[in-house]
């Protein structure tokens, strides 16, 4: 695509549909639907500090409806962008305790799935630090003209057609990945459009950056105790001691590590068997976008996006970033044991 503006997103999707291997106005249609939940969630986020002098009138908002939670919001809007077209058959969310079925006339014969993170990270938004959207989209296997089944959502993140995220920081952007690189849209506030300004995203393949709530650190596994050691060493040869960054809002953390170079990880530990993240909501969309920007993803042995989902908010240990860092903590992991 040639111009001398700014490439929007909705001309970007347009301009890359015929990459995508399915009828191509399909995915169009269900980006389109995220990007505008987005927006429209950014516009509530940016608000969100007010909340406290509007409540101060009553615990009704100025449009006389209850105050919600954001992350319910989120949830609530992000669903209804999905519902409001016709490519999506079923929803997974992590606010919620089951899948929700979209079974009428306009939906049932469709094929797409979405399993979605709605605000992540969201206990970060009283203190005015980033949160984010993770989005994954699969395509059925029961068949279409059929209500959706729990199978549909349990399937490996290796059959993702598409995922991404939303980071709603110093500027808000989206970046998603169809399986053909990664790019990065920010939004102009001032017109309302998410214009494209990373280009296909590349991970640093090696970096400097660890991230973990190293508060946990005596309930983590061994090799997992040892390789914070080897981050906190020094060795000017390989870099280190590596720097600390730990926002505690995944999307925040591995954004910046992706630009930077890095490694984020969630171990398991004694309070949290399996760590704290979820594999489909959180850790298999991330997953394909690392991939996609040359990293890599794994639970300190396999591959996040070949394991076998057997429930809907399971969770696993996670560690997600530049190819020779994951590496490398897999590595001590092998050797001491998680
Ligand atoms: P959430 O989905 O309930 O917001 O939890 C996920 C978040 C991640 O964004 C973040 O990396 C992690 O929880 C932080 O957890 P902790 O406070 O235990 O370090
Ligand atoms: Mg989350």
Do not use: W
Not at 71 to 90: P, R
Not at 164 to 171: D, N
Not at 306 to 329: C, N, W
């Amino acid at each position: 695509m040639r111009t001398h503006r700014p490439v929007t997103l909705g001309e970007f999707i347009v301009d890359k549909q015929n990459e995508f291997r399915y009828a191509s106005g399909e995915l169009s249609q269900l980006l389109t639907s995220i990007r505008l939940a987005a927006k429209v969630v950014n516009r509530e986020i940016n608000k969100a500090g007010l909340a406290d002098i509007l409540g101060a009138m009553g615990s009704e908002n100025v449009q006389g409806e209850k105050q919600m939670k954001l992350d319910v919001y989120a949830n609530d809007i992000f669903m209804e962008a999905l519902k409001n077209l016709g490519e999506v058959c079923g929803v997974a969310s992590e606010e919620e305790d089951d899948f929700v079925i979209f079974n009428d006339e306009m939906h049932k014969d469709s094929n797409y799935v979405v399993l979605m993170d709605p605000l992540d990270g969201s206990s970060n938004i009283d203190v005015n630090v980033s949160v984010g959207t993770i989005f994954s989209i699969y395509r059925r296997v029961t068949p279409s003209g059929t209500p959706v089944k729990l199978e549909d959502f349990l399937q490996p993140g290796n059959k993702q057609v598409a995922a991404g995220y939303v980071v709603y920081g110093s500027s808000t952007m989206l970046v998603y990945t169809t399986g053909h690189g990664v790019n990065g849209f920010t939004l102009d506030p001032s017109i309302g459009v998410f214009c494209l300004s990373h280009p296909n995203m590349r991970v640093p393949e090696d970096g400097k950056i660890y991230s973990v709530n190293e508060g946990n650190y005596v309930h983590f596994p061994e090799g997992v105790k040892k390789y914070i050691k080897y981050c906190q060493e020094n060795d000017p040869a390989t870099n280190r001691p590596f720097t600390s960054r730990y926002i505690g809002s995944l999307v925040s953390d591995l954004h910046r590590n992706l630009l930077k170079g890095g490694i984020y990880f969630y171990p398991r530990g004694t309070k949290a068997p399996n760590g704290k993240l979820r594999l489909l909501y959180e850790c298999n969309p991330l997953a394909f976008i690392i991939e996609q920007a040359g990293g890599k993803a794994s639970d300190g042995k396999n591959r996040i996006m070949d394991i076998d989902p057997t429930e809907l908010h399971q969770r696993v240990p996670y560690f997600i970033g530049s190819t020779k860092m994951v590496e490398k903590a897999e590595e001590f992991i092998q050797q001491f044991g998680d």
